[in-house]
C-alpha cells in the first residue's frame, strides 16, 4: 500500500521558468519540453514499475488509487498543475521490460505566460529550488559500435520484410535497429537533453528513466477534452540546400510510396481514437513537416473525447499505431519480433505525462536512446512497404540517428 502524497501548485513568474532543463538537478531528473514549454521534474515522491500486457492498466490503476489517496493545493489549475505522473512504456507485451511511472519531488512547469511550481511531500513550495548541482559536462570519448545487427545484417531484414510484404502476408512493417555509444565515464542525460531542446525545438525533449529523446511525433494529446494526435510516417532526409530542400519536400509529398506508409499510419490512430471520439477530424492528405535532419509527411488528426477517458487510455488504445508497427498490427508487431533480432525495451513506446483530471501528453520514444551509466543504447526505424529499398532504409535509419548522436558530441 502506498502512502497518501500531499501537493501544491503555487504561480512563479514565467522568467524563473525560461530555461525548464536548465533547472534540472542531477538527482531523478524527468523533462517533457518544447519550444521552451512543458514540465520538468526531480526527485521521486512515488513510482510503479510494472510490466506485461497489463502494463497500462496497471499503471491506470495506480495512478487512480494514489489521486484519490493524495491532498492537492492547486493555485494555478492548468493542465499539468497539481498532482503529476511521468511515464516511459515498454514496447512489446513481454516481461522482460519495465515500464515506469514516476511522480517528482517537484515539478515546475511552464504554458506560454503562465508558469508554476508543485512540490510533493516535504518540500514547501518556496524551497523548491534545486541546490545547484555542478551543470552537466559533455561526455567524452565516445564511440559507436553496432547492436543487434550490423548494417547488411540489417538490410537483409528489410529485404525479407519486403518479400513478406509482396507475398501478401502484411502491408507494411516498421523494422528498427540499433547502435550502442560508449562513453569514457559515466554520462549525464542532462547533457544531451540541453543539446536535443536546442537543436530540435519543434520536438519533444523528453526524459523517463534513462530513456531520452526529442520526438517529433506525439501519439496523443488530451486537453479538456480536446485529442489530438500528430501521426508521422514517411521520410525523406535534408540537404542543408534551402532550395534542394524544397524540390525534396514537393517529391516526398507526390511520393506513392510514402503517401502509402503514411494512409497506414493515420488509418490505424484514426480507428482506434473513434470509438473515444463524439467527433473527429482527420485531414484528406498530410503536410510536410521540417525538421533539421530530415522532413516528414504529418497529418494532426483532432477529435472531441468521451467523458471520462484518460490520456493513458487514449495512448494505450493507439500503441503501436502504424508509424511504429505497422498493417495488419499483430502480424507486424510478430514480424517485427521475428526480424529486428532485439528488444526494443521502451523505444517507439509512449513517453510523457498525465495530471490528475487525466489530462496529458504522450510521445512516441524515437530520436531516442537509454542510457546506462557510460553506455547508450541508441534505435531508429523506417516504415517498409512493397517498394521499399533496403539501403535508403538504411540511410533514413542513420539520418534519424543523427539528433542523439549529435547530442553526445560525435
Ligand atoms: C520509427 C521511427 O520513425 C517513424 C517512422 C517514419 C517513417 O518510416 O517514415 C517516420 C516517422 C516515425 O513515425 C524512428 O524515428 O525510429
Not at 150 to 170: F, H, K, N, T
Request: one cysteine or more; glycine letters at 8%.
Amino acid at each position: 500500500m502506498q502512502s497518501a502524497l500531499v501537493a501544491r501548485t503555487v504561480a512563479v513568474p514565467a522568467e524563473v521558468a525560461a530555461d525548464l532543463i536548465a533547472l534540472l538537478p542531477a538527482d531523478a531528473p524527468v523533462s517533457w519540453v518544447r519550444r521552451g514549454e512543458g514540465l520538468v521534474g526531480w526527485g521521486v515522491s512515488a513510482t510503479l514499475r510494472t510490466t506485461g500486457p497489463t502494463r497500462f492498466t496497471d499503471a491506470a490503476k495506480w495512478w487512480a488509487e494514489l489521486v484519490a489517496r493524495s491532498t492537492v493545493t492547486d493555485e494555478v489549475g492548468e493542465p499539468g498543475t497539481g498532482l503529476v505522473a511521468f511515464g516511459s512504456f515498454a514496447f512489446a507485451d513481454d516481461a522482460s521490460v519495465d515500464s515506469v511511472l514516476t511522480v517528482p519531488a517537484v515539478v515546475v512547469g511552464r504554458r506560454g505566460a503562465v508558469a508554476w511550481v508543485t512540490t510533493i511531500g516535504d518540500v514547501l513550495p518556496r524551497e523548491w529550488l534545486p541546490e545547484r548541482a555542478l551543470p552537466a559536462v559533455a561526455p567524452q570519448g565516445v564511440t559507436y559500435a553496432d547492436g543487434a545487427l550490423d548494417s547488411e545484417q540489417w538490410m537483409s531484414a528489410v529485404a525479407e520484410a519486403v518479400a513478406r510484404i509482396e507475398a501478401g502476408a502484411l502491408e507494411k512493417v516498421v523494422l528498427a535497429r540499433d547502435l550502442v555509444a560508449t562513453a569514457e565515464s559515466p554520462i549525464d542525460v542532462r547533457w544531451p537533453l540541453a543539446q536535443l531542446a536546442s537543436a530540435y525545438p519543434m520536438c519533444w525533449t523528453f526524459h523517463v528513466d534513462g530513456l531520452f529523446g526529442a520526438t517529433p511525433e506525439l501519439l496523443v494529446r488530451r486537453e479538456r477534452g480536446l485529442v489530438t494526435s500528430r501521426v508521422l510516417a514517411g521520410t525523406i532526409r535534408r540537404t542543408g540546400d534551402e532550395t534542394r530542400d524544397d524540390e525534396l519536400a514537393g517529391a516526398l509529398s507526390r511520393s506513392s510510396k510514402d503517401l502509402e506508409e503514411h494512409e497506414y499510419a493515420v488509418r490505424s490512430v484514426a480507428d482506434a481514437l473513434e470509438p473515444h471520439c463524439s467527433s473527429m477530424n482527420v485531414p484528406e492528405a498530410p503536410f510536410v513537416l521540417h525538421l533539421p535532419n530530415v522532413m516528414h509527411l504529418a497529418t494532426d488528426v483532432t477529435g472531441v473525447v468521451h467523458d471520462g477517458i484518460t490520456s493513458l487510455e487514449l495512448a494505450a488504445a493507439l500503441h503501436p499505431s502504424a508509424a511504429v508497427g505497422g498493417t495488419p498490427r499483430d502480424r507486424a508487431v510478430a514480424l517485427i519480433d521475428e526480424l529486428e533480432q532485439m528488444s526494443r525495451d521502451r523505444y517507439a513506446a509512449p513517453v510523457g505525462w498525465m495530471d490528475a483530471a487525466g489530462d496529458g501528453e504522450w510521445g512516441i520514444a524515437l530520436r531516442s536512446a537509454l542510457l546506462s551509466g557510460d553506455t547508450v543504447r541508441l534505435f531508429a526505424g523506417c516504415g517498409v512497404v512493397g517498394s521499399s529499398d533496403p539501403a535508403a532504409e538504411l540511410a533514413e535509419s542513420q539520418a534519424k540517428l543523427v539528433p542523439v548522436r549529435d547530442a553526445l558530441g560525435g
